[in-house]
Nanobody, 115 residues
Framework: QVQLVESGGGLVQPGGSLRLSCAAS????????MGWYRQAPGKERELVAT???????NYADSVKGRFTISRDNAKNTVDLQMNSLKPEDTAVYYC?????????WGQGTQVTVSS
């Protein structure tokens, strides 16, 4: 089993920045990719960004150039730096970890972008 705990959400004005962090614990040897997803009210959960064990990244088009995902394999953490935030970025953000056999999710952290 793998446990994921997110932190860093909150309320921010449009144009502002937030940094989300995810701390992972448990059987991490099987994990080959981690990432962030988000779910806005009334919408399906969608990919925000992912990063592999080797550091290859993938971003949703809507966040390219504004968000940066990073990973510390030694500390088992994955962060999401979010800049130039927009109201449409408002959502619950979930940390995600994948092994060849299973997908793990954190409990989510709320990000609200509003003036």
């Amino acid at each position: 089993q793998v446990q994921l705990v997110e932190s860093g959400g909150g309320l921010v004005q449009p144009g502002g920045s937030l940094r989300l962090s995810c701390a992972a614990s448990g059987r991490m040897l099987s994990i080959n990719a981690m990432g962030w997803y988000r779910q806005a009210p009334g919408k399906e959960r969608e990919l925000v960004a992912t990063i592999t064990l080797r550091g290859s990244t993938n971003y949703a088009d809507s966040v390219k150039g504004r968000f940066t995902i990073s990973r510390d394999n030694a500390k088992n953490t994955v962060d999401l730096q979010m800049n130039s935030l927009k109201p449409e970025d408002t959502a619950v953000y979930y940390c995600n970890a994948r092994s060849p056999w299973q997908v793990y999710w954190g409990q989510g952290t709320q990000v609200t972008v509003s003036s």
